[in-house]
């Protein structure tokens, strides 16, 4: 049986008042963790005539951008926003496919909701995963399955819940996983590289990669996450990692440590109780149930900045956080990959 890594109380966050100290002493800005600085060749050049709000996302044009920013409104709106303001930021969704890409604003947590839907002819195989804004409203955001018939673990994403289709113009980006079982990487829809244009510009991005560990009881401890993205470039716009072959991705750069542009994150590691006799962690009310899916994922220079943090919360049900600079298609299919069968060992 996999120990199971636990939610940890609000008391104990309290008594471990070592982080309380550190934070203040810290006034560093996150996002700076995640700076790479690299400007890739060409191809951002005509992309620095953006007015300079287009910091908040990759490629979007000027008039969509004062739409879907998540900065507060023009004219009329802002009234209605700062009543909202307390609870939480409103997080506004006005175009799906530019939202779902877009690293989250600085500052705001984009709490979400992940369902797995195991009914149906073969879905206790092939569940399909669905995920929304845990907001009142409860937006629909991505939708995730396991293709049948593939050689390794392969999931489609697409931004319509009843189209999960390779063709369809809903996919959005698809996870792939080694032979093991044991790598991961998720790209975005551009074109495969044989399929590349003359200047390169529609093959498709990887935007993360995810490397599970085993340990020396296999897969029966806390697992061990590494998860690789691309760094983030001086107007805080995702830098492009569009490899030619296998041996240019993210995984294979990791790998030789050749770390320009990329950035790398760890699973926290979970503490011993000796009360319950489990692993650990404090994820302050939005997890409710042990389950060795749990994770919260940090850079290594600031272990208090969660990027993003997963956990059960129902049997079919979990909350997925995510910060700066993770986008909703990134944090969503690394929760996928801590689904696939050869990690599974509840």
Partial sequence: VCPQAVTGSDEEDDSDASTKP???????????????????PKEKKTKKKAPPKAADSEEETPE?????????????????????????????????????????????TVKCRVTRDKKGMDRGLY???????DNDKKVFLLAGRKRKKSKTSNYLISIDPTDLSR???????????????????????????DRANADWSNVRQELS?????????????????TVIIPGMNSDNERVPIRPRNDNDGLLMRWQNRNMDNIIELHNKAPVWNDETQSYVLNFH??????????????????????????????????????????????????????????????
């Fill in 22 to 40: 550190i934070r203040s002493e810290k006034k560093k800005n996150p996002a700076s963790l995640f700076q790479t600085g690299g400007e890739p």
């Fill in 64 to 108: 969509t951008l004062q739409k879907n920013s998540n900065r507060k409104g023009k004219g009329k709106k802002s009234k209605k926003v700062k009543e909202e303001r307390p609870p939480s930021p409103v997080i506004e969704v006005d175009n799906l496919e530019e939202f779902v890409l877009r690293p989250a604003q600085q500052g705001v």
């Fill in 127 to 133: 569940p399909t995963y669905y995920l929304h804004l």
């Fill in 167 to 193: 063709g369809g113009e809903n996919f959005i980006g698809k996870l792939r996983s080694n032979l093991m079982g044991t790598r991961f990487t998720v790209f975005d829809n551009g074109a495969n590289p």
């Fill in 209 to 225: 990669a995810v490397v599970y560990e085993t340990n020396v009881l296999g897969f029966k401890g806390p697992r061990k996450m």
């Fill in 285 to 346: 009310g939005r997890v409710t149930h042990a389950s060795v899916k749990n994770f919260q994922i940090v850079h290594s220079s600031d272990p208090d900045y969660i990027v993003m943090q997963f956990g059960r919360v129902a049997d079919d049900a979990f909350t997925m956080d995510y910060n700066y600079p993770l986008c909703a298609v990134q944090a969503f299919a690394i929760a996928l990959s801590s689904f696939d069968g050869k990690l599974a060992c509840e």
